[in-house]
């Protein structure tokens, strides 16, 4: 990787952390206030609503920005055609959203669904704009400026979904506030980047460029589908009041996960990109990206699993209090989901998106099994699911990578083994020593603090005495990042 790349990465790394770091910390404290306000029956249209409204965003986006990224002759004045591609396919996605409202809400049996899917389409009028100056910023790299559109537009979207769910709003809070974002973010990258242009439409060149964003549209898609599964599947079986328990564990469970992994990965899509014509590179470098996400994110989820039931406790009211258990669970499978969500970019960087869809079936496949049997069993039954799918889709996956990039597979997940260890002897000895030992000495948040600390520091010792290799990327990552 050439100095001048490896820079920019850095740079896009610390500009993703510290702004990402900003709105999370405001956005964190908005979400645990809105949760304390809002019902899990809430969550749970939210819920049922968001899997046809992802899958349409992948649509309208996904496929848009690929192509700006990766195609390099696509300056200001080239993105006509595609702003009028995006425009048309935004159009139709709104009247489709209209028309399976009504469907959504029969297969739920829930009435209010289609009244919040119908109101949610509004956002597809106005994304073709948000699509072209994302995607035009993430190949030039330039990730401080889009960082401070996104920062400034969650805390403000934030602050709305909190007003509206402290007046008694209920779900219209999730849904205004998802709204509010998508619209201020519009409005900033209009204003503060200089790419608008008029559509145009000329079909022989969108059907040249899109030749290659199909394929990488196919493959979120697919993606998509598989993360949504157990709610879509979980919903025929669960009531609203679980999938909205769970919906709201799964989102608490991926928190460590699920701004930053997204934000790296747009940044790894056009880092790798430049890299496509030096595999020998790409594996290294994509290998110490892994090696150095599970390394950090394993202890967190740790700290997270083991103290489920104090953080419940602490931070939401009664109606919550069953959120403890399925949030010890999931937060187990998050570092699993995170390294999985790492291979699309490298596939879509390599111009192999259709391998990234072999994989998302292959995923969905595992995923749905693992599903329909562990929901037989209820809520607990459907978080079981996931931690045993995740781990088992990663190992999958990655073997499929080990074959096509021809390494070793057994010596290229020696990182799991550490982190993965350390794990189990904390929660086969953690009840134990609470129970036993430090019983009637410390509690409440002391021992919240005695285990987080606990947890840190051993598996800093482990890194330094078992895994040097992660301890120096650790390190590495945290002095460039404050620089």
Request: proline share 4%.
């Amino acid at each position: 990787m050439s100095d001048n790349l490896q820079a920019q990465v850095i740079s896009g790394i610390k500009w993703t952390f510290l702004l990402r770091a900003l709105a999370q910390l405001f956005t964190w404290l908005s979400t645990i206030i809105v949760i304390r306000f809002l019902t899990p029956e809430d969550y749970g249209v939210k819920a049922l609503v968001g899997i046809a409204f992802s899958l349409f965003i992948v649509v309208s986006a996904v496929a848009i920005e690929s192509i700006i990224i990766r195609n390099k002759d696509i300056d200001k004045d080239g993105v006509g055609p595609i702003l009028g591609v995006s425009i048309l396919m935004n159009i139709s996605l709104f009247i489709i959203s209209l028309l399976i409202a009504p469907l959504i809400a029969d297969y739920y049996q829930q009435e209010i669904l289609q009244t919040v899917m119908i109101v949610m389409s509004f956002a597809f009028i106005v994304l073709p704009f948000k699509s072209v100056p994302f995607a035009l910023l993430a190949r030039r790299m330039e990730f401080k400026k889009r960082s401070m559109i996104e920062l400034f537009s969650a805390v403000v979207s934030s602050l709305i979904c909190l007003g509206l769910a402290y007046n008694g709003a209920g779900v219209w809070a999730l849904v205004i506030g998802q709204l509010s974002m998508i619209t201020f973010q519009v409005i900033l990258y209009l204003y503060y980047v200089n790419w608008f242009c008029l559509p145009s439409f000329s079909v022989p060149y969108m059907r040249k460029v899109f030749s290659y964003g199909s394929g990488v549209l196919i493959s979120a898609l697919v993606w998509v589908m598989c993360w949504r599964l157990d709610v879509f599947i979980g919903g025929k079986f669960l009531s609203l009041e679980q999938i909205g328990a769970f919906a709201v564990a799964l989102h608490l469970a991926s928190l460590p996960t699920e701004k930053v992994m997204p934000l790296l990965n747009q940044i790894a899509f056009p880092a790798f990109s430049k890299l496509q014509d030096n595999e020998k590179e790409l594996k290294y470098y994509f290998k110490k990206s892994s090696r150095l996400v599970f390394s950090l994110l394993v202890p967190i989820c740790v700290i997270l699993s083991l103290t489920s039931d104090y953080l419940v406790s602490l931070i939401f009211t009664d109606k919550w209090q069953d959120l403890s258990l399925p949030l010890s669970v999931l937060a187990l499978a998050v570092p699993f989901k995170a390294l999985i969500t790492m291979y699309a970019p490298v596939y879509n960087a390599v111009g192999k998106p259709k391998m990234s869809t072999n994989n998302g079936l292959v995923a969905s496949i595992l995923f749905s099994v693992s599903i329909i049997v562990g929901v037989q069993f209820g809520l607990l039954g459907l978080c079981f699911a996931w931690l045993v799918a995740a781990p088992a889709t990663y190992l999958l996956i990655h073997y499929r990578y080990s074959k096509i990039f021809s390494t070793d597979f057994f010596q290229s997940i020696q990182f799991l083994l550490l982190p993965s260890v350390v794990a189990l002897i904390f929660f086969y000895s953690y009840d134990w020593v609470v129970n036993n030992v430090l019983v009637d000495v410390i509690d409440g948040f002391l021992l919240f603090l005695f285990t987080a600390l606990t947890v840190s520091v051993v598996y800093l010792v482990s890194y330094i005495l078992f895994d040097k290799s992660a301890f120096n990327e650790l390190q590495s990552f945290s002095r460039r990042l404050v620089k």
